[in-house]
Nanobody, 119 residues
Framework: QVQLVESGGGLVQAGGSLRLSCAASGSIIRISAMGWYRQVPGNQREQVATISSSGTTYYADSVKGRVTISRDNANNTVTLQMNTLKPEDTAVYYC?????????????WGQGTQVTVSS
């Protein structure tokens, strides 16, 4: 059984910072891309940032320059450092991992963590 467990969400004032972490555990052979997505009620889930196993990163234009994604391959963790937060960053943030187990390749999601930025 594979699990992605997120932590680090919360309430912060505009201009503040938050650090989200996600740990993948279980019978994992390898993880390729990991990333963070966010969703506001009534809207589609949108990609925030992703990172490949070799460290290649992608950032959505809306967060570029304010957000840094990193990962620890040895511990199967991915972290999202968010700075200069804006009220429009308010959303539920989900961790995602594309991984391989003995039964095949899968895309797993975390349970989500709420980020609220007050103006």
């Amino acid at each position: 059984q594979v699990q992605l467990v997120e932590s680090g969400g919360g309430l912060v004032q505009a201009g503040g910072s938050l650090r989200l972490s996600c740990a993948a555990s279980g019978s994992i052979i390898r993880i390729s891309a990991m990333g963070w997505y966010r969703q506001v009620p009534g809207n589609q889930r949108e990609q925030v940032a992703t990172i490949s196993s070799s460290g290649t990163t992608y950032y959505a234009d809306s967060v570029k320059g304010r957000v840094t994604i990193s990962r620890d391959n040895a511990n199967n963790t991915v972290t999202l450092q968010m700075n200069t937060l804006k009220p429009e960053d308010t959303a539920v943030y989900y961790c995602n991992a594309n991984l391989e187990t003995q039964s095949g390749r899968w895309s797993y999601w975390g349970q989500g963590t709420q980020v609220t930025v007050s103006s």
